[in-house]
Each structure stands twice: as structure tokens, then as C-alpha cells.
């Protein structure tokens, strides 16, 4: 009896090995039906998400090929309505009207992230809190001097982003209580997406911008505001108020590798893993 276990149980484990990966086999060649292309265009901010989504989604599917640009949220429906991008990366519900921009008709959104912005000053800036008036004041210019808000004498130098930015709108909303920017003067720049903000703060003395956490650097300071740090633990106690919901548009309901790649940024396997790593919060966090 005892000659024949041995061999009879290595045969099942065979067998067990064989179904085994006959199982991941069926299920890696169903991951690797989806073909065709997706190109995405918009957000700036949701920009390392979308790479990072791209670069795992590719490795199962590698017959869909990924293009992602980013020239600013309202970028991103308007070249879904051209019909020129698949996906339209936003950084509000485009399919609702916001301030100062018109619901895009026949869109539908797909929420993806929740991102968290944040005032960020170069690493000169002796600043590391400031009250809603403090930014209201500054980024109208009538604060003029970082003297004048508790830092040391220096001609404060204001970075905005360009109309059109999903951050600048979060940030004007929700930072600023709908303040209005100021718009011109030798103490402003105006810059077109968040790769342009980080480099400009992080290279320009006395300057300060607003930014979504995955770009901040060791290179710039992120600023409390009213004593509350930009954090996800204080997003998700609601008492850090400058954050909001990143979407993906689609003319119509997604179908095909379009429908898969959403799905894959939605799952909770993204969500809770190369998402949290990049600094956004995961959409069910928030719920």
C-alpha cells in the first residue's frame, strides 16, 4: 500500500498543477483579448494616474495601445466631443454645469480618484500656514509681501494656472471661497499644467502656486491652510476642505478596451494599490 501513495499523490499534485495553470492560462488569455487603441486627453493632475493605469493595463493587454496627453481639464471632454479622445480626463463632473463652464451634453462621467490640492511655496518661503483671507489676499494681490502674512521680507511672486485648469478651479472654489485670481502684473505667472507649476515653484524664489499632492516635491513646501495640513487623513476626518473628484468623460456609455480600462482603474485592486502609492485617495474612501 505504502508503494504506491507516494507515487499516486505526486500524480495528483500533476494533475492539480497541470488545472492549475490550465485555470491562470484561460485567465490570462482573457485578459489578453481586449485590442484596439484608447487615446486620453486632459488633466494635467490625473495625469500619473493615467500613466501608471496605462502601464499596468498594457502588461495584460497588450493588444490595446494607450495614448495620454494632458493640456488641462476642460481640455479633456472638449476633445471627447471633437472625437478626437476616447477619455477625457477632468477634475470636475463635466457632465453637470460648474462655475464658469457648461455641462458637456452626452458625456457620461466616470469617477476615478479623489484628489487633494494644496498651496505650495518655494523652499525659501518662511511660511508654512495661512488662513482662507491670507490666500484670498495673496492670490488677488493685494498682499503683496511675504512680511505681511508672518514670513520674512520678500516680494511674493504669484503662479496660476491658465483658465481651463481642473485644480484651478478646485483651488479657486474651494481655497479661495471663489475668490477671484488676480491677472497680471510683474509679480504674476501664468503656467499651463501642473508639470509647468512644479517646476516653476520649486525654481522661483518668494513664489506661490497650488498643486495636486502626487507633484509636490521635496523641492517645495505644502502649505496648511487655517492650520489644517493637505493630507489624506484629514480629507477623510473632513477637516481638510480643498480636494475634489477626478472623472473620466465618455461620449456614451464605454464599450470595448475603453469599458476595460476604466473598470481596471476602478477596481479595487488599483484603487488600493498604485493609486494610494501615488498620493490620490481611493474613491471609496470618501463614500
Do not use: C
Request: glycine share 10%; hydrophobic share 40%; proline share 4%.
Amino acid at each position: 500500500m505504502k508503494k504506491w501513495i507516494k507515487p499516486f499523490t505526486a500524480m495528483l499534485m500533476a494533475v492539480s498543477l497541470v488545472g492549475g495553470l490550465g485555470g491562470a492560462m484561460t485567465a490570462s488569455a482573457a485578459k489578453s483579448t481586449e485590442k484596439g487603441k484608447i487615446v486620453i486627453n486632459g488633466s494635467s493632475a490625473l495625469l500619473p494616474l493615467t500613466l501608471q493605469a496605462a502601464s499596468e493595463f498594457k502588461k495584460d493587454n497588450p493588444k490595446v495601445k494607450i495614448s495620454a496627453s494632458a493640456a488641462g481639464s476642460v481640455t479633456g471632454p472638449q476633445s471627447v466631443r471633437k472625437g478626437i479622445a476616447d477619455i477625457g480626463a477632468v477634475d470636475w463632473d463635466a457632465s453637470k454645469d460648474v462655475p464658469g463652464f457648461k455641462k458637456f451634453d452626452g458625456q457620461v462621467a466616470h469617477p476615478v480618484a479623489v484628489t487633494v490640492f494644496t498651496a505650495v511655496v518655494n523652499t525659501n518661503v518662511g511660511v508654512t500656514n495661512l488662513t482662507t483671507k491670507q490666500l484670498q489676499d495673496i492670490f488677488s494681490g493685494k498682499v503683496t509681501n511675504w512680511k505681511e502674512v508672518g514670513g520674512s521680507d520678500g516680494k511674493i511672486v504669484v503662479v496660476n494656472r491658465k483658465f481651463g485648469s481642473g485644480t484651478r478651479v478646485n483651488f479657486q472654489q474651494k481655497a479661495l471661497d471663489g475668490k477671484d485670481f488676480m491677472s497680471k502684473g510683474d509679480n504674476y505667472k501664468e503656467v499651463g499644467s501642473s508639470g509647468d507649476m512644479k517646476t516653476t515653484i520649486e525654481t522661483t524664489p518668494n513664489a506661490i502656486g497650488y498643486i495636486d499632492l502626487p507633484y509636490v516635491t521635496s523641492k517645495m513646501k505644502a502649505v496648511s491652510i487655517n492650520g489644517v495640513a493637505p493630507t489624506e487623513k484629514n480629507v477623510l476626518n473632513k477637516t481638510y476642505k480643498v480636494w475634489g473628484i477626478g472623472y473620466y468623460m465618455t461620449k456614451g456609455q464605454p464599450t470595448g478596451a475603453t469599458k476595460a480600462f476604466i473598470e481596471y482603474i476602478q477596481s479595487n485592486k488599483f484603487q488600493n494599490g498604485s493609486l494610494k502609492k501615488l498620493k490620490f485617495i481611493p474613491l471609496a474612501a470618501v463614500k
